[in-house]
């Protein structure tokens, strides 16, 4: 492959057929460096929307003004405990209030994100810490544990506890109580140097200034991306405040200090960090926090409760509220932007979606490495398409053939993204950067095609990647799980539809002891790993399809 360019050249406008059919009043280009950091963005969020509510989580709402002080009370303890700009912050805990508090004090204080998913069996989050080496770790008390098993392994300077309702003000030792007591979601856990978060809180303070630009690190987002292995996708300041903008631009319709948006879906996933929690900061929006999705008569109670003007999420999450008791008895008159990603959004789904709300559900496409988002179809869109629409402003997209030579339209090929939301590249690994950033083009590994009028439509992915609810999982990391166990001989790990027609893990395994059971797969799986990777089918086999050289042919499982 070819070395990167700093400065690759812009395609020429005719190579670009998609600015024709943008929608009238979308720019074909935005400023990335109209704000200088993402701390720019949220301060002048907080100057203009003071009063207005911001976060409402489990029945207590912040408003920008508090935001504003809270997360200054928290970035002013990282700066006492020592942080330094570009230092890490692992944010490990769902969506409650204490995120976007914490989110927003790191960046404040010059840190970088290092977002954990809250789920994480102990090896996986060995794992993470290992390679991110944060200065800080906040993590919520139903996780504690996790980290209490690796802390020997991969110490974390300075760790932070919170609890659910820590935020909740009287509320805050009753759901304490019952996620204790009544539901039992905290193991017991002992870590005698931890900060308590509501001390840190309490103790206030307002933070120094850091003087960040676009250049900065603001995220350490983990990924598989386009080769498999986990890794830290390195955003800076300029490539997230470049996709908030361009997303910003493509939505018309929403209007600044006038929105409230419902973020079921996590917030430590790079679709709802800046889809939900960053672009809607921007806009001076009432952000809904769902720190269940799971509970969906709960997330349908808390609908019927708020009208909401904009919502996201994944196929899986829509189709479920489909069939939720309640939820056609939600107001959606006001509804402007549902938007889908993070996987495939199904024809059925949508037309399903467009059947009870009325409105549509749109789809979009991105990843990490993109920051994340690359595509959306066009808003106005009367219904299902099955493309995932034209690139955003500032954004180039080409497929290219197995030489890597740009493809005519209507070819299938590999899809690439140029612009300036793509990332810096992998943290600690540049063997791995050079493989998917070439001449400034990021190659995403997924097949796609591009028509005549700009829009695109994912065909297949290149590598054999699995996409559980809109999360990444990898064979190679399954079959390294299932493997540990001393019965297998043989594993190949697959993504098969399932009875609700979305993907699933399946293993296929080679007996090495005749007594091995689909349940001793399955426990150790739950043991080593986290719930969404967790096998649904094993089955077991004589023998394996394997290429010439030995390999598993993993498309013949299939």
């Not at 409230?260 to 709802?272: G, K, M, Q, S």
Request: charged share 20%; aromatic share 6%; with cysteine.
């Amino acid at each position: 492959m070819a070395p990167m360019s700093s400065t690759p050249p812009r395609l020429p406008a005719s190579e670009k057929p998609w600015l024709g059919s943008y929608p009238p009043g979308v720019p074909a280009e935005i400023d990335p460096d109209s704000f200088p950091s993402l701390v720019a963005v949220a301060e002048d969020s907080f100057r203009r929307y003071r009063e207005l509510p911001a976060f409402t989580c489990m029945g207590r709402t912040l408003t920008y003004a508090e935001v504003d002080a809270l997360s200054g009370a928290f970035a002013a303890f990282l700066q006492q405990r020592g942080l330094r700009r570009g230092d890490r912050v692992a944010l490990m805990m769902p969506n409650v209030l204490q995120y976007p508090i914490c989110l927003l004090g790191t960046l404040r204080a010059g840190g970088v994100v290092v977002n954990v998913n809250p789920l994480y069996t102990p090896r996986e989050l060995r794992d993470q810490l290992a390679d991110a080496a944060p200065r800080v770790l906040v993590v919520m008390e139903t996780s504690a544990h996790v980290y209490e098993q690796v802390e020997r392994e991969v110490a974390v300077p300075e760790v932070v506890v919170t609890r659910f309702g820590d935020m909740l003000g009287w509320r805050g030792p009753l759901v304490d109580f019952a996620v204790r007591r009544l539901k039992k979601l905290v193991a017991p856990w002992s870590l005698p140097q931890a900060s308590d978060f509501r001390a840190v809180i309490a103790a206030g303070g307002a933070p120094a200034h850091v003087e960040l630009n676009g250049d900065d690190l603001a995220f350490l987002q983990y990924t598989g991306g386009t080769t498999g292995v986990a890794k830290g996708a390195m955003l800076t300041h300029r490539n997230v405040v470049a996709n908030l903008l361009q997303v910003q631009a493509w939505c018309t319709p929403l209007q600044p200090g006038c929105e409230r948006v419902v973020t079921a879906l996590p917030l430590y996933h790079i679709f709802a960090l800046v889809a939900n929690a960053l672009l809607f900061v921007r806009l001076g929006a009432h952000n809904l926090l769902i720190p269940n999705p799971r509970d969906l008569r709960g997330m349908v109670k808390t609908l019927q409760r708020w009208p909401f003007t904009a919502m996201t999420g994944v196929n899986t999450l829509f189709n479920a509220l489909l069939h939720t008791p309640g939820f056609e008895r939600v107001d959606f008159s006001g509804l402007k932007v549902c938007l889908g990603g993070g996987m495939a959004v199904h024809r059925s789904v949508a037309e399903r979606w467009r059947e009870v709300t009325g409105k549509p559900l749109i789809e979009g496409y991105g990843l990490t490495e993109a920051s994340p988002v690359v595509c959306v179809n066009r808003l106005d869109v009367p219904e299902y398409t099955g493309s995932i629409g034209l690139p955003l402003p500032s954004t180039e997209i080409m497929v290219t053939d197995d030489h890597g030579r740009p493809a005519p339209p209507n070819t299938v090929g590999e899809l690439c993204v140029r612009g300036p939301q793509v990332m810096r590249g992998y943290w600690q690994r540049p063997d791995e950067t050079r493989k998917v950033l070439v001449d400034g083009w990021l190659h995403t590994g997924d097949i796609a095609t591009i028509d005549e009028r700009g829009y695109t439509r994912i065909v297949d992915r290149k590598k054999d990647m699995i996409v559980v609810s809109g999360f990444k999982v990898f064979p190679n990391e399954i079959e390294a799980i299932v493997a540990q166990l001393p019965g297998v001989a043989e594993v190949g790990a697959v993504g098969v539809p399932d009875a609700e027609g979305n993907e699933s893990v399946k293993v296929v395994i080679v007996k090495r002891d005749p007594s091995l059971t689909e349940e001793q797969v399955l426990a150790h799986c739950r043991e080593k790993l986290t719930r969404y990777k967790v096998p649904k089918t094993v089955e077991f086999r004589a023998s394996l399809p394997k290429s010439n050289v030995g390999k598993i042919l993993r498309r013949e499982l299939r």
